[in-house]
């Protein structure tokens, strides 16, 4: 996400960009397998770029290594906050 949101002119570091992550644990034929993971990113952005914040969002999965490692069994779910500053 930070690639994506450098990548339109709105910096990530060193403290506008957050990530919360959660792992759901659920039992799959008796095996207890993380199921979801979830991230919510909470983002400061300068105003007016909501619209390239959003973006980033929506494309910044196709270039992560990790999601699309743990995709082929994990289902990955992203949501964001900006916060305009």
Known sequence: ???????RGIKSSPDNLVAHVEG?????EG??????????YTCRIPKGK???????LALH????????????GIKVEYSAEFEEV
Do not use: H, Y
């Open 31 to 40: 095996i207890a397998l993380i199921t979801t993971i979830r991230v919510r």
């Open 61 to 72: 999965e196709k270039g992560c290594p990790a999601s699309q490692s743990v995709q082929r």
């Open 1 to 7: 996400m930070g690639g994506a949101l450098d990548a």
């Open 50 to 56: 909501r619209a390239e914040a959003e973006r980033a």
């Open 24 to 28: 759901v644990i659920e039992n799959v």
